[in-house]
């Protein structure tokens, strides 16, 4: 069927009622050019908030992963917004890192193919809460 606006809505169904029922998460790492310093590494948690309250209250967070020399990686940096949305009780948590999915599926249905991955002690972690969540 053509694109129209009258057949816009049986095209493009939402996959989710409310996107501020959704906890995002997203990880960067910024590569200095110039010299030999250490990328620059984040990750950051956002919950709109729901309520009419002014201001809304939400879920804000900005973290630092930790990651050094081998370990400070955009993986590192999505897994670790992925893990504290977690650990603030956030079962509902948009990512755009298809690959962190991967791991952690693979952590939950194959654990023992992830012993020796360069993250395994975050996808663990993330996976261990997932596993026990009612």
């Not at 501020?20 to 998460?25: A, L, S, V």
Request: aromatic residues 6%; contains cysteine; glycine residues 6%.
């Amino acid at each position: 069927a053509a694109f129209t606006p009258a057949n816009y809505k049986k095209m493009f169904t939402p996959k989710i009622k409310d996107w501020r029922e959704m906890t995002y998460t997203d990880g960067s790492v910024i590569k200095h050019k110039d010299d030999d310093s250490p990328p620059l590494s984040g990750s950051g948690v956002y919950k709109p908030g729901i309520d009419t309250t002014h201001p809304p209250q939400h879920l804000q967070l900005h973290i630092k992963p930790n990651g050094h020399g081998p370990t400070n990686t955009i993986t590192r940096a999505e897994l670790v917004g992925i893990l504290v949305a977690l650990q603030h009780e956030q079962t509902k948590i948009a990512t755009d890192s298809a690959s962190c999915l991967f791991q952690i599926s693979n952590q939950t249905l194959h654990p023992m193919r992830m012993r020796y991955h360069l993250h395994a002690e975050l996808i663990h972690a993330i996976s261990t809460i997932i596993e026990h969540s009612p």
